[in-house]
């Protein structure tokens, strides 16, 4: 079945590091996927998306792009801050009838000042 | 004007009771969705309703009963709680497709005594 796998934290970093969060997937047609971000106490934000192969989603200095032929969807940041600490959850949806997101297992970041 | 407002935020309660956590839209979004995040921020999906259709119903105790009075509401209701049911429970809506992001509410913590 579909499924998404991404890297274990928690992820330590100082400001400005640089961030890589690795996502890969399996998915049986051709997925969308999302990076969400969970800020401590609230639900769940997009923080981006790509829907077909080689697209890259970018917002707020973050970047991912849509590798086909690797099934991945790595999370990138060139110069974190400490108001990125979060939970962040790589998705995909097939768009089939089930219209189901299914999520990883979620990274926790913690940047340090 | 909230996009996805769920009521409540926090629930404490006791096993055995019955409870309701209620979910509304105002995105104009045709499919709504429940998840369980479990306290290792696990997301889980639950059930999801398209134009009041249910469509999906995971492998969910059947003291959980989902209702779509409309298609900008869809309230969950638990019998007999139980410990284990204690989690943050999310409500999400999205419009049919796979290409467009789900958008969540806030989020209600559920702890059972």
């Known amino acids: 079945g579909d499924s998404v796998t991404q890297m274990e934290g928690p992820v330590t970093l100082s400001e400005e590091a640089f961030l890589t969060i690795n996502c890969t997937y399996t998915?049986?047609?051709?997925?969308?996927l999302f990076w969400y971000v969970q800020y401590p106490g609230e639900g769940l934000q997009l923080l981006l998306k790509?829907?077909?192969?080689?697209d890259k989603g970018s917002n707020k200095g973050f970047e991912a792009t849509y590798r086909k032929e690797t099934t991945s969807f790595h999370l990138e940041k060139g110069s974190v801050q400490v108001s990125d600490s979060a939970v962040y959850f790589c998705?995909?949806?097939?768009?089939?009838?089930?219209?189901?997101?299914?999520f990883g297992k979620g990274t926790r970041l913690h940047i340090l000042p | 004007d909230t996009a996805v407002s769920q009521t409540p935020k926090y629930l404490v309660t006791q096993m055995g009771n019955d409870k309701s956590i209620k979910c509304e839209q105002n995105?104009?979004?045709?499919?709504m969705y429940w998840y369980k995040q479990d306290s290792k921020k696990f997301l889980k999906i639950m059930f999801s309703?398209?134009?009041?259709?249910?469509?999906i119903n995971e492998t969910v105790p059947n003291r959980f009963s989902p209702k779509s009075p409309d298609k900008a509401h869809l309230n969950l209701h638990i019998n007999s709680l139980e410990l284990g049911d204690s989690a943050v429970y999310f409500c999400?809506?999205?419009?049919?497709?796979?290409?467009?992001?789900?958008?969540f509410g806030q989020g209600t913590r559920l702890t059972v005594v």
């Open positions: 309703y398209n134009n009041k259709e249910l469509i």
């Open positions: 998915a049986t047609g051709y997925p969308s």
């Open positions: 999400a809506s999205s419009n049919r497709g796979g290409n467009t992001e789900a958008f």
């Open positions: 995105l104009g979004h045709d499919t």
């Open positions: 790509a829907t077909k192969a080689d």
């Open positions: 998705a995909l949806s097939v768009g089939n009838r089930d219209d189901k997101i299914i």
